[in-house]
């Protein structure tokens, strides 16, 4: 009994409150460990904490912000790798085109105003081929007497001791571009490009080009170039379209007004060689505009009709 009594009075000393409490209801005094997990609750609840149970709290924390900056500094890490792998690439690819490219001396016979030309421009300017200009008569065509296929773009290639000519606009840019990437000889390439003759129904010679949305690249350069064969179809439809719709959609909408014809007809003719002649048809009257046109010419293509005023380039490749 006296060391029961001797153990109450250390636990009055140290907790009085609780104890006299518990003395109150009846029960026992609390032990300390009990005291100390309410209190760890009631600091979880939003009470006062201990500086263990903040201490238990912050860990989560701290482990959390160190993994975010862990996995950041991993990403960061090999973005920056992927970087400078891409930029080695590009610089090997850069230096084997520039190498083959030095050994091109190219001509380029064209009519400036003309759509298919100018794509054939954009295109060396892009990868900034060196080229000569022979601007083209649109009547005379002297400039091209050279040459059984009488329309422009023409682009003459000398690689070495080897001169090559290269005509239609599509076929010019899937064979260089095939030259560039693989490193092929030129005058093999244009082997991959034979031209197919044929009649209409007016008994007109029309001249096509196989394979001219192609690049003639093996899996492993294709693959390199595109990455995917869905990358590379949808390379040629857009090719096809922007021959087939957009040269032919570009007269319509810049004729959309009379003063935009006007506009559009002085320069032509002050780009072109020959006063009133454009692309091979000699004007005779300025043009009219767009929705005159689709009157003239009936409701089939609507406004979007191309005409003989709107200058399709009938010396120019389609």
């Known amino acids: 009994?006296?060391?029961?009594?001797?153990?109450?009075?250390?636990?009055?000393?140290?907790?009085?409150?609780?104890?006299?409490?518990?003395?109150?209801?009846?029960?026992?005094?609390?032990?300390?460990?009990?005291?100390?997990?309410?209190?760890?609750?009631?600091?979880?609840?939003?009470?006062?904490?201990?500086?263990?149970?903040?201490?238990?709290?912050g860990s989560p924390r701290l482990l959390g912000a160190a993994a975010l900056a862990l996995g950041g500094a991993l990403g960061l890490y090999h973005t920056a790798r992927?970087?400078?792998?891409?930029?080695?690439?590009?610089?090997?690819?850069?230096?084997?085109?520039?190498?083959?490219?030095?050994?091109?001396?190219?001509?380029?016979?064209q009519y400036k105003t003309c759509p298919f030309c100018s794509k054939v421009r954009a295109f060396l300017d892009f990868h900034a081929l060196p080229y000569e200009v022979v601007e083209v008569n649109p009547v005379r065509r002297t400039e091209i007497k050279f040459s059984s296929y009488r329309k422009v773009p023409i682009l003459v290639a000398q690689d070495g001791d080897s001169l090559q000519q290269l005509n239609d606009s599509s076929v010019i840019i899937s064979a260089l571009k095939t030259y560039l990437v693989s490193g092929q000889p030129l005058e093999e390439v244009i082997t991959y490009y034979p031209p197919m003759k044929s009649m209409n129904d007016q008994g007109k010679?029309?001249?096509?080009?196989?394979?001219?949305?192609?690049?003639?690249?093996?899996?492993?350069?294709?693959?390199?170039?595109?990455?995917?064969?869905?990358?590379?179809?949808?390379?040629?439809?857009?090719?096809?379209?922007?021959?087939?719709?957009?040269?032919?959609?570009?007269?319509?909408?810049?004729?959309?007004?009379?003063?935009?014809?006007?506009?559009?007809?002085d320069y032509i003719v002050r780009e072109g060689t020959t006063s009133g002649t454009t692309c091979g048809r000699t004007s005779t009257r300025r043009p009219t505009s767009g929705w005159q046109q689709s009157a003239e010419t009936g409701p089939s293509w609507g406004a979007r009709r191309p005409t003989s005023l709107t200058w399709q380039c009938t010396a120019c490749c389609g």
């Open 1 to 57: 009994m006296a060391q029961a009594a001797r153990a109450a009075g250390a636990a009055r000393a140290l907790w009085p409150g609780r104890c006299a409490l518990a003395e109150r209801l009846g029960g026992r005094p609390w032990s300390p460990f009990l005291a100390q997990s309410r209190a760890g609750f009631a600091g979880a609840a939003g009470g006062p904490r201990t500086p263990a149970a903040a201490s238990r709290k």
């Open 82 to 109: 992927w970087h400078l792998r891409a930029q080695d690439l590009r610089a090997e690819r850069s230096a084997a085109q520039l190498s083959l490219s030095s050994r091109l001396q190219l001509t380029l016979y």
């Open 205 to 265: 010679e029309l001249t096509e080009f196989c394979n001219k949305y192609w690049l003639m690249l093996d899996e492993e350069e294709a693959q390199r170039m595109y990455g995917g064969k869905e990358a590379r179809t949808e390379e040629m439809k857009w090719r096809q379209w922007a021959d087939d719709w957009l040269v032919h959609l570009i007269s319509p909408n810049v004729y959309r007004t009379p003063a935009e014809a006007l506009a559009s007809f």
